[in-house]
């Protein structure tokens, strides 16, 4: 370990060692009972479906691809019975009517905590996101926070490393402006690192470097995150009334969902999160995840354990880990400390992709991350259920592939089958089951996996009946039940075609196309049909192919396939109809796909949605979206501004930016005679983060006759007088 | 744009055609500063205008967009030394940046119009070294170093040494073979 003894941290005095032999006892006892429970349910219902499939497929007589087509049936049946035992064992739990001992806020003492002599920073990791948006959501959480009246314990980072200078640009103008308005300078910091190494890991642990040890803790908030002020408070005070605890993760809740999409995963998520998530409660405990933001980590251990090695080897597992989170919370759990999940901290969301495409678009990049947790998988002194949430985001795209294996091989079943002289089946092998024909035991193991999938559903369903409130903040029974039906519809159209998106991620990624960390785009306009059909022609065609295939190989195996088939071949409206906002917003008129949300609207939410006040003094500055990387240099104040942005603080940026040498100077000249299309995105780049070559630039350009200037600076010059240069008497 | 033939009546059509080009961007800059009252406008691009002939006729050789340009910086920089109570210091320039970043973040350009380069009623509101609260990225760091734990990933550190990237082709040839070997088994 690194960790020089002079840079104790404050709070070290006041937190207890994570490892008192005291604090493993009953937690240790019931989180070893309910995960052996846990496991051993899914193991042992597992097995059956095994047992039931490998009978029935040897009754037909037992061939090679019948043996893989096992194979794949294992892992897939037992990935999908892992989902059905957290709805179960969720739905249980929260019928009791005792408190769960095992919830960390029911751990909180009952008086509120002090948060004297505490500081957290919150932070938000930003990279090309929309400006406004992003300081629109630090502006409500900020108005939050200050109604709980701890404002003074907080501090706001906003951790940018977006590399467009344009970005950059209208992200210092807009931290500007909202500090002005809310008098939040020296409350609310604005960095930007010159170089993105790391990605959104190295963002963060070069925030942990500068500053990390003058805060105890640190909520972690996404570009789309908004966190009340009462759950970022209470966030706090679990971290001090639990003093083994490491990191708490709030269940980030979708929400401002407009297009059908992203209505219905607004829902799925809301509806059916309750009974999984409090599964997932029961059986990991303390042993919890991290989800990568809406959480609060406690500094001292993330910085001792949590920087992140780079992984051996060449891309895609090797190098910078790509997907941070999970990692560290294994590592906290390696180190001894507890890492929980608390879904009743509410008032934390986030917002959700709008469409099919910009959700796929977010998969590739899990994917790549999820698939390099295969090294960790086996890492020393890893605790076993760290282990089991890197397997499940693995399996969440293995799945993928071994599905569309599991069907080829079942068309290639019906092929041979159709070939030969059909054999008469024997009776079942299995003690008890010889009278069973082999059609039914074929359907009860297609029941069974069916059982799996969709009882979770009507679990969820079931939960609501015990609640009248949450019902009528579904839109009431009847409509719920609706929306399930539907949704049910639409996740059975849509699994085909995540099934083949999914499987094209892991085959690039396995080898070695790049996964690319493009920023997700937010917008909530529905798609061109052009668009639809660019994007999903192949999986019409597969769909269509393989339709023509099973209909000439057997019209009943058509059938069987059918459901299947029938979310490939309608891709192209599917996506289409799903990315409109016009029709989502429609069915939020019928209040289907409806949360408790827009019943009844979180103060939280009411301000994020609440405009900037219109004497601000932005109206005297250029328009955010508008502005660019020449308003840095023609406008004598967003100059100044950007200038003075520079010229702060003693940061290791500040002293890696580039200086004012020959070649900077000739860059400058270039810039002015020739143009920015002379120059590259990363010289420009160093441009805007020399001081004194900003300084000179915006001298010069006001200074040169039209001759001397580019065309592009006689145009905007031109521009400037037109825009500014109209005063009124 | 002011008739600059009735200012300066004693220009030619060339010097005239290049002083008009001096009062436009000297217009735009001070309008890019925010002035919007037109009277005060036009009497602030005169007297920088006026200097610069002042100086072009002690140097001939100076554009006078240069010179102009260079009058109404130096005014405005004046008018930001006394508002900030400092002198100009060698770096002018430094020196000007910060006194704008002052003024814009004292609301000068919208809420004090009437005081912005009149030096007789300079507000007390245009506060001195405002940008020394300036600090975006909060400059009291306490760094520290952080470097990652030890972690043998075990098995899978040992594979990743030595596992070739499958290459696509052969996947896809890998893919067909068992496909084939199936339908004919």
Known sequence: MNFPSHNTFSSQAKYPNPKLPNSQTRLERRFTLRSTLFFCSIFAITLIATVLMADFLDRSGWTTVKGFLLAAFIPLFGYATYGFAHAWFGFWTLRRKTRDPGLLVNGLPKSNVSLADTKTAIIMPIYHEDVQDVFQRIRANYLSLQETGELERFDFFVLSDSQNPDIWAREELAWTQLCQELGAFGRIFYRRRADNTGKKAGNVAEFCRSWGKRYDHMIVLDADSLLSGKTAVKMAQQMIANPRVGLIQTVPRLCNAETVFGRVQQFTMRFYGKVFLAGLNYWQQHNGNYWGHNAIIRMEPFMKYCDLPQLPGRKPFG?????????????????????????????????????????????????????????????????????????????????????????????????????????????????????????????????????????????????????????????????????????????????????????????????????????????????????????????????????????????????????????????????????????????????????????????????????????????????????????????????????????????????????????????????????????????????????????????????????????????RLEDYHHTTGEPSA | MEPLIHLFPHLRDTELERWNHAYVRVETYFASLRIRNREFLRHTVQRSLQNAMSRTAREPGVEPVVASMQEAERLVDQWIGTIMGTSQTHDTERHSAKGRLAMLLSNVPTEQQQQFLEQERAPAEVLPGSSDWYQPANSKREAIIMSPQPLNLGLMGALAEVLERPRPSLLLLTFLGVLVYLLLT
């Open chain 1, 319 to 715: 190098g910078h880990i790509l997907s941070h989170d999970f990692v560290e919370a294994a590592l906290l759990r390696r180190a001894g400390w507890e890492v929980w999940l608390a879904p009743c901290l509410g008032e934390s969301y986030e917002e959700g992709p709008p469409t099919l495409s910009e959700s796929a678009a977010r998969d590739r990049r899990w994917c790549g991350g999820n698939l390099q947790h295969t090294m960790l998988l086996f890492a020393d002194r890893l605790k076993p259920a760290s282990r089991v949430h890197l397997a499940g985001g693995i399996m969440g795209y293995l799945t993928a592939p071994l599905w569309l294996a599991f069907l080829l091989l079942s068309t290639v079943i019906a092929h041979q089958e159709s070939t030969e002289i059909p054999a008469e089946e024997e009776p079942s092998s299995l003690p008890g089951l010889a009278t069973l024909s082999f059609e039914t035991q074929g359907l009860f193991v297609l029941g069974l996996t069916l059982v799996m999938l969709f009882l979770p559903k009507f679990l969820a369903l079931a939960d609501l009946c015990f609640d009248r409130d949450r019902a009528r903040s579904f839109g009431g029974a009847r409509r719920t039940s609706a929306a399930v039906l539907l949704e049910s519809l639409f996740s059975a159209l849509l699994a085909p075609i995540l099934m083949l998106l999914h499987t094209r991620f892991v085959i690039e990624i396995l080898t070695g196309l790049s996964t690319s960390w493009n920023p997700q785009k937010r917008s909530s306009e529905g798609i061109r049909w052009a668009d639809a059909f660019h994007q999903h022609k192949w999986h019409s065609l597969i769909g269509i192919s393989w339709a023509l295939t099973a209909w000439v190989i057997d019209p009943v195996f058509f059938l069987w396939l059918l459901p299947v088939l029938l979310g490939m071949l309608v891709s192209i409206p599917l996506a289409y109809l799903t990315s409109r906002r016009d029709f989502g917003l429609q069915l939020k008129k019928w209040r289907l796909f409806l949360i408790p949300e827009e019943y009844k609207r979180p103060p939280i939410l009411k301000l994020a949605a609440q405009k900037s006040p219109e004497h601000v003094p932005s109206q005297e500055l250029p328009i955010l979206e508008q502005m660019g990387l020449w308003d840095l240099i023609l406008d004598p104040y967003l100059s100044a501004l950007h200038v003075g942005q520079l010229s702060t603080g003693p940061t290791p940026e500040a002293q890696s930016r580039p200086q004012f040498d020959p070649v900077q100077q000739q860059r400058c000249q270039d810039l002015l005679q020739e143009g920015p299309e002379r120059l590259t995105a990363e010289e420009l780049n160093q441009l805007m983060a020399c001081e004194d070559a900003l300084r000179w630039l915006h001298v010069e350009v006001w200074r040169r006759p039209n001759s001397q200037l580019a065309a592009f600076w006689q145009e």
